[in-house]
């Protein structure tokens, strides 16, 4: 073989052995290649604007104490204040101190629901109560005796007609004296944490028996959660048996949707009202508590009680949160690809004046998924109070279909692939 001849030879095999090595690299690296996980997509969650909700001012009386607040055993917000005016001191709360005489009452002798309890006989001792309560000027209800009523039918007579005889012809019957009555009234007053309460009657006319307006809202929601006391206090007018008919001194029933509680008028309390509403929005019906003390005149309790309630109605706010397919992020990969986060479903919720609502959200790492694959939550937190709870979340979708990578990329990207 010449030397030419031995040159091509020698170029040839080296072409070999370098194609030989090339397909024996690729045959190798392919599959891997093909077959190796991809980069996780970046995710974007942009920050959210906070939700702020403008604050409504409550229309509290310009003289006396006033409070309100959410009532109702049942709810979320049970025992929330939404607002006082006046004196925070314990004051002097006229008849609404019945409320308790009642309440300490059911305590210690409860009447099943829908029943009326046991009865009571009316003696001349009661009889005597009506004449000292007539000579001292105190609000009364007559009585006969030798009547029979029942301890409902006495419960009711007290708090409608605001009777003091009757009161103390309910707090004898069930604890045998007033000094007895009243010791029992300490307890119960204790144990429910009322410490700016004192009760020192069972009608309120001495004006030592006093409350704070704090106290009173939560005095307003055990009478609302027994049910016997609560649907007595919500009745205008019954008929009983030789009194003929008897009518609730609390002619607001009715107005602004006004279900209850006590009046109290006397010179050291001036006129009071303790009472309750329930109002609705958003579908959820909110049940309110207030206080009004030491109104001057019937019109300026009853104008400052609606004026209050209204305003506190109108502090409600039904807020849309976040809209089913509302874009809160995207996911983007290095071969290209992207898709949207998108809230998976729409969230309203009812909350009160001032509050605001801050978003968060927290994704799945993801490579590749189709569209409408849960991908994580979005949460929504209320700084203020809201009647679904301070925390609220929604599930986080893909709107459209976050795509793989193709051969090709897969190919020529090993430092991707491989770091």
């Not at 000292?132 to 409902?152: C, H, K, M, N």
């Not at 307003?220 to 019954?238: K, M």
Request: proline letters at 6%; aromatic letters at 4%; hydrophobic letters at 45%.
């Amino acid at each position: 073989m010449s030397p030419a001849s031995r040159a091509v030879y020698r170029r040839r095999r080296i072409v070999v052995l370098g194609a030989l090595v090339v397909i024996a690299l690729l045959g190798s690296y392919l599959p891997v290649a093909l077959l190796a996980p991809v980069p996780a997509a970046s995710a974007t969650i942009p920050d959210a604007p906070e939700q702020s909700i403008e604050a409504v001012a409550l229309a509290t009386p310009a003289a006396g104490s006033s409070a309100i607040g959410i009532g109702s055993t049942g709810s979320v917000l049970a025992g929330t204040t939404l607002g006082t005016s006046g004196s925070a001191d314990p004051l002097p709360i006229a008849s609404i101190t019945k409320s308790i005489t009642a309440l300490v009452v059911l305590d210690a002798m409860p009447i099943p629901d829908g029943g009326q309890g046991p009865d009571i006989t009316i003696t001349d001792t009661d009889a005597q109560y009506l004449a000292d309560t007539i000579a001292v000027g105190g609000s009364w209800a007559s009585v006969f005796p030798g009547q029979v009523l029942s301890e409902r039918q006495v419960i009711e007579i007290m708090m409608l007609e605001s009777a003091n005889n009757y009161s103390l012809t309910l707090a004898n019957w069930a604890f045998g004296s007033v000094p007895a009555y009243l010791a029992a009234a300490d307890a119960w007053i204790a144990d429910h944490g009322l410490s700016g309460t004192t009760v020192v009657d069972t009608s309120g006319l001495d004006p030592g028996s006093r409350s704070t307006t704090a106290d009173l809202l939560t005095i307003a929601g055990l009478v609302l959660a027994d049910p016997t006391l609560a649907a007595i206090v919500g009745t205008a007018s019954d008929q009983l048996p030789q009194l003929g008919e008897i009518e609730n001194t609390n002619t607001l029933l009715g107005s602004s949707g006004i279900d209850g509680i006590k009046t109290g008028t006397t010179d050291e309390a001036g006129l009071c009202l303790l009472f309750s509403a329930d109002f609705e929005v958003a579908g959820q019906s909110i049940p309110l508590v207030g206080v009004v003390l030491g109104a001057a005149s019937e019109d300026e309790l009853h104008a400052a009680v609606l004026a209050l309630l209204q305003s506190a109605q109108a502090g409600f706010r039904t807020v849309d949160v976040v809209t089913a397919g509302q874009v809160l992020g995207s996911y983007s990969t290095p071969w290209g690809s992207s898709a949207d986060i998108v809230a998976g479903e729409s969230l309203t919720t009812t909350v009160w004046s001032g509050a605001t609502i801050a978003e968060s959200s927290e994704v799945l790492s993801l490579t590749t998924a189709p569209a409408g694959t849960e991908v994580g939550t979005a949460r929504f937190t209320v700084t203020g109070l809201a009647l679904d709870g301070p925390e609220l979340t929604v599930p986080l979708t893909l709107a459209t279909e976050l795509e793989g990578p193709d051969a090709g990329w897969k190919l020529a990207n090993p430092g991707r692939l491989f770091g």
